[in-house]
């Protein structure tokens, strides 16, 4: 068996294979490298808390195992995908969407001896990034092929975050392992906040795909679903028909939309299939210079620390009246992306919608992060009696059209300088910036939902109260950013994954409801496959 130790390392040591296994084998009781066979990091976390131990400046925590020479090297993680080819048609499965949840749930199926049909709306993710850079021109925006929508999903082009909090709900560490095997670095097993890099996470996932098909699964593209067939008295679902009027028939359906597929919560409303609101949250991306984040996190600018990131959260009024009004809301950072760019996510013309993304060196000069807050029933109840569980996506497209209209056209976005947003003033200036398309200046806490407006300028308040510095005249508020999470949650049952009102029926990921990232989207999908092979073995 290994031998585990715990090591605290410069950033300098931490970044030399020489140095940590050296401090490992001390920290063993060890004298030479030539008592051990194999060394391996298994956690590393970055550590800039003050000590009162005497340490002074950043340091890297990392857990390293050690085999000795008499025991020779670990086993390879071994993952194999047989060939499902051939199989019946008994025990085919469609999967309705190639993101994470959609890919891990065919790679799932594949293991299990069944042959997954995927059918994404968009395009295969050479094809898509032509798509992509025509928004960057601002060009018009195709529906099918975006920064949301295509091989891949959201998260193709839109950083590659590995980092989650639902490591109970299903193998994280499968996920991880299956995406270092298509090629992602070795890192993501042992980083305490793994990341990929969006001009990597497009190779990995081709190479999920070639294994895909190698192994006998079909993949289409540019195949929306624009139906459910079900049988006669609409209790189980029978196939699928796509926008070109072909219809596929299966036993079970996965559905891995994401949440910006609105079209499918409206046909499955339109249908009279159960589906209803759930919490969400909007607000806008907020643009720093990196550096001023690495002084603010690290209280110095070391070359061999990466890009500084945060992480915020605060309470905040909820500004709602009532006896059952909850008399706080949250407020905190969602997808923060040191060294990144601020990109047009918006998945219909005439829409204004931002997200961030990192490249894998984390290197460019700003650092963005979305803010938002929660989006309460309370807060669109008006909505509610004409749109029914629908009314949060309604109050969120409003929101999206009002940003487009302040913009100016195309993808130009509305921007203010951060303290000008905060103290309500006005201001006509907008800072250079990683958001390709264009800014245009706008007092946005004058156009924006009051509550929105009044919840983000009290967070802004609290986090430069933990991150001094943090609200400053050199930074900018860019909107909008809505697209946090679906408003929508497909339901479906806590131990068969199944929806209630219709067999067969599988709900998984984020547009479902279920998840909140790639890889908790991932960990999703392949528990859904896990619980679709039960179901068909089980007919």
Same mark, same amino acid.
Request: glycine share 10%; aromatic share 6%.
């Given at each position: 068996?290994?031998?585990?130790?715990?090591?605290?390392?410069?950033?300098?040591?931490?970044?030399?294979?020489?140095?940590?296994?050296?401090?490992?084998?001390?920290?063993?009781?060890?004298?030479?490298?030539?008592?051990?066979?194999?060394?391996? %990091?298994?956690?590393?976390?970055?550590?800039?808390?003050?000590?009162?131990?005497?340490?002074?400046?950043?340091?890297?925590?990392? *857990?390293?195992?050690?085999?000795?020479?008499?025991?020779?090297?670990?086993?390879?993680?071994?993952? $194999?995908?047989?060939?499902?080819?051939?199989?019946? *048609?008994?025990?085919?499965?469609?999967?309705?969407?190639?993101?994470?949840?959609?890919?891990?749930?065919?790679?799932?199926?594949?293991?299990?001896?069944?042959?997954? !049909?995927?059918?994404?709306?968009?395009?295969?993710?050479?094809?898509?990034?032509?798509?992509?850079?025509?928004?960057?021109?601002?060009?018009?925006?195709?529906?099918?092929?975006?920064?949301?929508?295509?091989?891949?999903?959201?998260?193709?082009?839109?950083?590659?975050?590995?980092?989650?909090?639902?490591?109970?709900?299903?193998?994280?560490?499968?996920?991880?392992?299956?995406?270092?095997?298509?090629?992602?670095?070795?890192?993501?097993?042992?980083?305490?906040?793994?990341?990929?890099?969006?001009?990597?996470?497009?190779?990995?996932?081709?190479?999920?795909?070639?294994?895909?098909?190698?192994?006998?699964?079909?993949?289409?593209?540019?195949?929306?679903?624009?139906?459910?067939?079900?049988?006669?008295?609409?209790?189980?679902?029978?196939?699928?028909?796509?926008?070109?009027?072909?219809?596929?028939?299966?036993?079970?359906?996965?559905?891995?939309?994401?949440?910006?597929?609105?079209?499918?919560?409206?046909?499955?409303?339109?249908?009279?299939?159960?589906? $209803?609101?759930?919490?969400?949250?909007?607000?806008?991306?907020?643009?720093?210079?990196?550096?001023?984040?690495?002084?603010?996190?690290?209280?110095?600018?070391?070359?061999?620390? @990466? *890009?500084?990131?945060?992480?915020?959260? *605060?309470?905040?009024?909820?500004?709602?009246?009532?006896?059952?009004?909850?008399?706080?809301?949250?407020?905190?950072?969602?997808?923060?992306? @040191?060294?990144?760019?601020?990109?047009?996510?918006?998945?219909?013309?005439?829409?204004?919608?931002?997200?961030?993304?990192?490249?894998?060196?984390?290197?460019?000069?700003?650092?963005?992060?979305?803010? %938002?807050?929660?989006?309460? @029933?309370?807060?669109?109840?008006?909505?509610?009696?004409?749109?029914?569980?629908?009314?949060?996506?309604?109050?969120?497209?409003?929101?999206?059209?009002?940003?487009?209209?302040?913009?100016?056209?195309?993808?130009?976005? @509305?921007?203010?300088?951060?303290?000008?947003?905060?103290?309500?003033?006005?201001?006509?200036?907008?800072?250079?910036?990683?958001?390709?398309?264009?800014?245009?200046?706008?007092?946005?806490?004058?156009?924006?939902?009051?509550?929105?407006?009044?919840?983000?300028?009290?967070?802004?308040?609290?986090?430069?109260?933990?991150?001094?510095?943090? !609200?400053?005249?050199?930074?900018?508020?860019?909107?909008?950013?809505?697209?946090?999470?679906?408003?929508?949650?497909?339901?479906?049952?806590?131990?068969?994954?199944?929806?209630?009102?219709?067999?067969? !029926?599988?709900?998984?990921?984020?547009?479902?409801?279920?998840?909140?990232?790639?890889?908790?989207?991932?960990?999703?999908?392949?528990?859904?496959?896990?619980?679709?092979?039960?179901?068909? $073995?089980?007919?």
């Amino acid at each position: 068996m290994p031998r585990t130790v715990e090591i605290t390392l410069t950033p300098k040591e931490a970044a030399d294979s020489a140095a940590y296994t050296a401090a490992a084998i001390r920290a063993a009781g060890l004298t030479s490298t030539d008592q051990i066979a194999h060394c391996r %990091v298994v956690r590393r976390s970055i550590d800039a808390r003050r000590h009162t131990s005497g340490i002074r400046g950043v340091r890297i925590n990392m *857990a390293v195992e050690l085999w000795l020479d008499t025991e020779g090297r670990p086993d390879p993680v071994h993952l $194999e995908w047989g060939d499902v080819s051939n199989v019946p *048609a008994s025990r085919e499965v469609i999967v309705v969407g190639a993101g994470p949840a959609g890919l891990f749930a065919a790679l799932e199926l594949i293991e299990r001896g069944y042959r997954p !049909l995927i059918l994404e709306r968009g395009k295969d993710v050479s094809q898509r990034k032509s798509d992509i850079a025509a928004i960057q021109r601002n060009e018009s925006v195709n529906p099918d092929s975006n920064y949301a929508f295509g091989e891949g999903g959201a998260g193709t082009y839109s950083d590659g975050k590995l980092y989650t909090r639902s490591k109970k709900r299903g193998n994280y560490r499968k996920s991880l392992e299956i995406l270092h095997h298509h090629g992602a670095d070795e890192s993501i097993l042992y980083d305490a906040h793994p990341h990929i890099g969006t001009d990597r996470l497009p190779r990995v996932i081709a190479a999920m795909r070639e294994t895909i098909l190698r192994s006998g699964g079909r993949i289409l593209f540019e195949s929306r679903v624009s139906d459910l067939l079900l049988n006669a008295d609409r209790t189980a679902i029978r196939g699928v028909r796509t926008q070109r009027g072909d219809e596929i028939e299966a036993p079970a359906v996965i559905l891995a939309t994401g949440h910006s597929a609105r079209d499918i919560y409206e046909l499955l409303h339109t249908r009279g299939i159960l589906i $209803e609101a759930k919490p969400f949250a909007m607000g806008v991306r907020v643009e720093h210079r990196q550096e001023l984040i690495d002084r603010i996190q690290y209280k110095t600018l070391d070359p061999d620390l @990466p *890009a500084a990131s945060y992480s915020l959260v *605060a309470q905040v009024p909820s500004g709602l009246s009532g006896a059952d009004a909850p008399r706080t809301r949250g407020v905190y950072s969602f997808c923060m992306c @040191p060294g990144g760019f601020i990109v047009p996510a918006m998945t219909e013309n005439g829409e204004c919608v931002v997200n961030g993304m990192s490249p894998s060196g984390r290197n460019n000069i700003f650092a963005n992060s979305g803010i %938002v807050t929660q989006i309460l @029933p309370q807060d669109y109840a008006d909505l509610v009696p004409h749109f029914g569980p629908l009314a949060g996506m309604r109050f969120q497209q409003q929101l999206e059209k009002m940003g487009h209209a302040q913009g100016g056209g195309a993808q130009i976005a @509305p921007a203010q300088r951060l303290d000008a947003f905060v103290k309500g003033f006005r201001c006509a200036e907008v800072h250079p910036t990683s958001y390709h398309p264009g800014l245009i200046a706008s007092d946005m806490d004058k156009w924006m939902p009051k509550f929105i407006a009044q919840s983000l300028r009290a967070g802004f308040r609290e986090f430069d109260k933990r991150m001094r510095g943090f !609200l400053t005249p050199d930074a900018q508020v860019i909107g909008i950013e809505s697209r946090t999470s679906s408003p929508v949650r497909i339901p479906r049952d806590r131990d068969t994954y199944m929806h209630p009102q219709i067999a067969g !029926l599988f709900p998984a990921g984020e547009g479902a409801g279920y998840a909140g990232g790639i890889i908790s989207a991932a960990v999703d999908g392949a528990a859904v496959a896990a619980a679709v092979t039960n179901y068909v $073995e089980g007919r």
